[in-house]
């Protein structure tokens, strides 16, 4: 069965600190995304990667990063935490570039 | 860039009923348009989607209508039943490989269905 998880289901940090999100998917996809959901804006691209090492840019990366290390882990980072980064954020992967996506459950952060 | 409206944003319904939500895109080289349903407390799961060189495409209770000229496409669901209640999310995608725009999908607002018993 399908499977994509992410390292926490809610996180709390402090304005400033460094906060890494982490993604694994099981399936040898090679696109992954993370997306940010907010209520009445749907779900917006932050980053996505087709191969391990590559990187794209989405339509919101402005205080985000990423790193794909290795094919199944794909990590946000948020280099120095704000409180409007508060959200639900959610990774996603896919076989081909316009499949399927299969989304994680998602991480809700909040930022204090 | 993209940009994809969603309407309605809320949609309630009796069981039975059929659900009807829209979606309008602006790129007129998108050319894959899916649809997902997110229900509480998980990601979105595909239900259902389609290609620029199809018009319409069905799944049991679930169909997709979509009308390139106009740059709109639809989702259909008949016979609503209570479990059909979760959040929807339109998106489109499309351009060619090498642009900037390759391989992204841009999602719709959503639309809360609540389909009462």
């Known amino acids: 069965d399908v499977k994509v998880t992410q390292s926490s289901r809610y996180l709390v940090k402090r304005t400033g600190e460094k906060v890494f999100l982490e993604c694994v998917q099981d399936m040898d996809h090679e696109n992954m995304f993370w997306y940010r959901q907010d209520p009445g804006l749907g779900l917006r691209l932050i980053y996505f990667?087709?191969?391990?090492?590559?990187?794209e840019k989405g339509d919101i990366p402005e205080g985000y990063s990423v790193s794909r290390e290795k094919k199944e882990r794909f990590s946000l980072i948020l280099e120095s935490a704000s409180t409007n980064q508060t959200s639900m954020y959610l990774c996603?992967?896919?076989?081909?570039?316009?499949?399927?996506?299969?989304f994680g459950p998602g991480t809700r952060l909040t930022v204090l | 860039g993209e940009n994809v409206e969603q309407h309605p944003s809320t949609l309630s319904v009796q069981e039975g009923d059929s659900a009807v939500i829209k979606c309008t895109y602006s790129?007129?080289?998108?050319?894959?348009f899916p649809w997902y349903k997110q229900e509480l407390g998980k990601g979105p799961q595909l239900i259902i989607d389609i290609r620029s060189n199809v018009g319409e495409k069905k799944d049991q209770r679930i169909a997709v209508t979509l009308n390139k000229t106009a740059k709109h496409f639809s989702l259909h669901i008949t016979e609503t039943q209570p479990e059909d209640s979760a959040v929807y999310f339109c998106?489109?995608?499309?351009?060619?490989?090498?642009?900037?725009?390759?391989?992204?999908?841009?999602f719709g607002q959503g639309t809360i269905l609540t389909v009462h018993p």
């Open positions: 998106a489109a995608g499309g351009g060619f490989a090498g642009g900037t725009s390759y391989g992204k999908l841009t």
């Open positions: 996603a992967s896919s076989f081909s570039r316009f499949g399927e996506q299969f």
């Open positions: 990667s087709y191969d391990v090492k590559m990187k």
């Open positions: 790129d007129s080289a998108s050319n894959y």
